[in-house]
């Protein structure tokens, strides 16, 4: 173990500020993108929707990634009771993390592409992310140290950290003639490891999540209970087998569809225990309403329960012919990075930066703001998506530019939501960044 | 609480199935897929290239700005396509592509039109939640 430098707590923190900033940018790019809804052509010769789209989703999948980094970085310390193995590993981590993210952000905006969905920089700009996830992955290992009797968390943010180096070096098989040249194959693949990959960080996220709630509650029994691993085997189950659900209008193997379907019923299990447990919840939330981490714990069970309900209804063939390509995808894919992993992280930022006093009346605005105008884009954008679905199964459906002019009050009122989101959420971050400011120093466990 | 050994099991089945799974699916490949040529693989890289998906779906996946166009080549025809690759549109820039560009990525939108048909229309949906294509 590495115990040369009295720094090593700082990185943490650097992956976390880095996480933030790219949230404000995600946000802002987001709303350009929101424009070009509202306003076609917006924009259109300086920076075209295909490069802010990707300027956006980037920025958001980056904040989430490093801000769990940092999240794990510090809760495996606070778990262990010791530093983490290597300083020197973290730091190279950041750096080629930063540097790779920097260029990313730079390919973008110069419209320089190549990859794809997710990750539509240039390729070889991955290789330094992978060499990161292999030091992330050496330097979490030779902490933890041994396995025997931990936590369902330490099992979270192995399974997490294992599967997202696993499905994005998947996702690169394409550059292999072997899987591009069929386009129906190629497809399936990178559906699979998209799919996995979602559950890789939301194992990242959701880990870090149960740390926090062991930490407030001052209850560690329930991260080692059979519930809490059983719940962990289900998700797991989903990460690696429900993708498919992705791709059933895709004219691949029926077996894909059959056994997408089949496990995407097991969440039935998880929507179960939420109603199950809901007065509990309720019990709970009155007990620690005053810590805000613990706030935006419980806005993310509401949109867990909310997008939840959603996906079951997506996974269901029958459902999904109808859902699929349309907005209400866009609904889920927003819902859950925002109204889920966005949530969970600003309550693990709120606790890592020391944040938890009461009557803070900026961060509780920010709260109530961000949440409601969440509501409001959530179901614009179900709208406009069920608006689309009844469009694409239309006998004669009018051309595509009528249907998006149709669409054009949802785009707005997603677009004025979207504001009112982003400006939410800056107020809550800048609740735990004015705290943080003036806190000399909170870098020592 | 869950012993080690069971959840060391449980999880040593779920990654031996997963792999096991992964592998089959890179061999097995779906039927009626045909080798694309040359030309059109290079097209598919153009779409890259120029990130066509952040506005157009293909199979219904990618972005919601402009319109699905995997079968765009049997129901609009190469010379709308070709307009459109040309000249852009209100939303769409003009990415002043080459001819040899124009053609590459008509062979994609060729070859993309012909692994299959993604009009949910014409999907059929059976009682127990399935669809068949």
Redesign the interface.
Known sequence: MDSSTSKQSVYPVYFIRFGIILLALGMLFGILGGLQYAVPGFLKEVLSFERTRPLHVSSVLFWIILTATGAIFTYVQEHSQRRMYSTILIKIQFYLLGISILLIMACYLAGMFGGREYWEYPPYLSVPIVLAWVLLLINFIRTVDSFRNQPVYIWMWLTGIVFFLFTFTESYLWVLPYFRKHIVHDMTIQWKSYGSMVGSWNQLVYGAATYLMCKISGNQSTAFSKKAFALYFIGLFNLMFNWGHHIYTLPTHAYVRQISYAVSMTELLLLGRIIWEWKQSLSAVLKFRHIASYRLLFAADIWVFLNLILAIGMSVPAINVYTHGTHITVAHAMGTTIGINTMLLLAIVADILKHQQQGNSVGKTGFWLANISLLLFWVSLIVAGIWKAHWQMSANPPAFGSMMQQLRPFFMVFLISGITLAAGILLILFSLLKKELHVTSNQDF | ??Q?RA?YS??GI?VA??LG??CF??A?????????LPSA?KG??LW????????H????????????LTNSYSKRGPAYIRAFLQNGT????NYHLTETEINELMNYLR??DA????D??T?T??RN???N?
Do not use: E, T, W
């Open positions: 609480m869950l080690d959840k449980i999880a779920l199935a997963f799974y992964s699916l890179y097995d490949l779906p039927p009626g897929n045909k080798q694309p693989d598919k890289l890259q290239q120029y990130n066509c998906g952040a506005c779906q293909v199979y219904g996946l990618g972005g919601y700005l402009g319109p699905d209100n939303i769409m820039p070859h993309l692994s299959g048909n993604s949910p229309r999907f949906i059976q939640g399935f669809i294509q």
